[in-house]
């Protein structure tokens, strides 16, 4: 559905040679998503999570080094308290692989050598897209109840530990700069997740257009054996992880649910010149019957 073109890194090569005074740097590429090694080159870096609520607003920054070593910053803050919390976490990231015949890892297992009263977790790791110069990636934590994240949970200490419960998708995002030059659709209508605003004052709604309804799973999934987080990293395929820059009407409406939320699913309507008319809301749904699961937010870990 996209046509991809990156920008020359040529012309900003010769941009560079002529201004000596700027630093230039030619637009990033994906890795190889399809080698350990791209995977490597794809998770090394800082990456940021930021939540809020109606009384607290909580963040992690991720880092990462070549070796897959990790250290994690968690803050929170009170809107209803002078207060500030902050934790600083360090540990040590291995690859593993749902499917034991599958070519690359798709499991970050992380331990925590420095604190073993800490619980790391097993996370599924999923490349959603890239927006505004930023990459994202959504991890699942899978295995156990309680995980690193559970420090993200405001109810934290209830369920002992220290911490609480970690959200079901833990969204990542990654400063790189990378640009693409891909025209929005016109005259169309079609779903994608929405993954935010530009970071200028454009006023640009970043759209990743994506096949919905996703194929259906196998007959023989269970969420009770398999796990509920397997279904979650496929609610929706997603053939080229790159997002476009829509701009929107005037009187754009938003139907469905309030306002846009990141990294949910909506019908997308835009006009001739490839403006949003109209974003319809589009809640997950299972593809297939996996026997009687209730509740919005169900906790079924290996």
């Given at each position: 559905?996209?046509?991809?073109?990156?920008?020359?890194?040529?012309?900003?090569?010769?941009?560079?040679?002529?201004?000596?005074?700027?630093?230039?740097?030619?637009?990033?590429?994906l890795p190889d998503m399809n080698?350990?090694?791209?995977?490597?080159?794809?998770?090394?870096?800082?990456?940021?999570?930021?939540?809020?609520?109606?009384?607290?607003?909580?963040?992690?920054?991720?880092?990462?080094?070549k070796d897959l070593g990790v250290r994690f910053d968690f803050t929170t803050s009170s809107r209803t308290k002078a207060t500030k919390t902050a934790d600083v976490i360090t540990g040590q990231f291995s690859f593993d692989r749902y499917d034991d015949k599958a070519p690359v890892p798709d499991i970050l297992q992380l331990e925590l050598p420095n604190d073993r009263s800490l619980v790391g977790g097993n996370f599924f790791f999923v490349p959603r897209t890239v927006f505004d110069g930023r990459r994202v990636m959504s991890l699942f934590p899978i295995g156990q109840d309680l995980d690193v994240f559970g420090l993200?949970?405001?109810?934290?200490?209830?369920?002992?530990?220290g911490w609480g419960y970690?959200?079901?998708?833990?969204?990542?995002?990654?400063?790189t700069g990378e640009e693409y030059d891909i025209a929005p659709l016109t005259n169309a209508e079609f779903y994608a997740v929405y993954w935010g605003r530009g970071k200028?004052?454009?006023?640009?709604?970043?759209?990743?257009?994506?096949?919905w309804p996703p194929a259906p799973l196998p007959d023989s999934f269970n969420p009770f054996y398999d796990g509920w987080y397997r279904f979650l990293t496929t609610r929706y395929e997603n053939e080229t992880p790159i997002s476009v820059a829509y701009a929107a009407?005037?009187?754009?409406?938003?139907?469905?649910?309030?306002?846009?939320?990141?990294?949910?699913?909506?019908?997308?309507?835009?006009?001739?010149?490839?403006?949003?008319?109209?974003?319809?809301?589009?809640?997950?749904?299972?593809?297939?019957?996996?026997?009687?699961?209730?509740?919005d937010r169900v906790r079924m870990r290996a």
């Amino acid at each position: 559905m996209k046509k991809l073109i990156l920008k020359s890194a040529v012309l900003i090569l010769l941009l560079a040679a002529t201004v000596s005074t700027l630093s230039w740097a030619a637009p990033k590429t994906l890795p190889d998503m399809n080698t350990e090694a791209g995977i490597r080159e794809y998770l090394i870096g800082e990456w940021y999570f930021y939540n809020t609520s109606d009384r607290e607003y909580y963040s992690v920054r991720m880092t990462i080094d070549k070796d897959l070593g990790v250290r994690f910053d968690f803050t929170t803050s009170s809107r209803t308290k002078a207060t500030k919390t902050a934790d600083v976490i360090t540990g040590q990231f291995s690859f593993d692989r749902y499917d034991d015949k599958a070519p690359v890892p798709d499991i970050l297992q992380l331990e925590l050598p420095n604190d073993r009263s800490l619980v790391g977790g097993n996370f599924f790791f999923v490349p959603r897209t890239v927006f505004d110069g930023r990459r994202v990636m959504s991890l699942f934590p899978i295995g156990q109840d309680l995980d690193v994240f559970g420090l993200l949970d405001p109810s934290g200490y209830d369920v002992g530990f220290g911490w609480g419960y970690s959200p079901d998708e833990i969204i990542f995002i990654k400063e790189t700069g990378e640009e693409y030059d891909i025209a929005p659709l016109t005259n169309a209508e079609f779903y994608a997740v929405y993954w935010g605003r530009g970071k200028a004052d454009t006023g640009a709604v970043w759209l990743d257009d994506i096949t919905w309804p996703p194929a259906p799973l196998p007959d023989s999934f269970n969420p009770f054996y398999d796990g509920w987080y397997r279904f979650l990293t496929t609610r929706y395929e997603n053939e080229t992880p790159i997002s476009v820059a829509y701009a929107a009407t005037d009187g754009m409406r938003i139907e469905g649910g309030g306002d846009l939320r990141q990294g949910e699913a909506y019908l997308v309507k835009t006009n001739g010149r490839g403006e949003i008319i109209t974003m319809r809301h589009v809640p997950y749904a299972p593809p297939i019957t996996r026997g009687t699961v209730t509740g919005d937010r169900v906790r079924m870990r290996a």
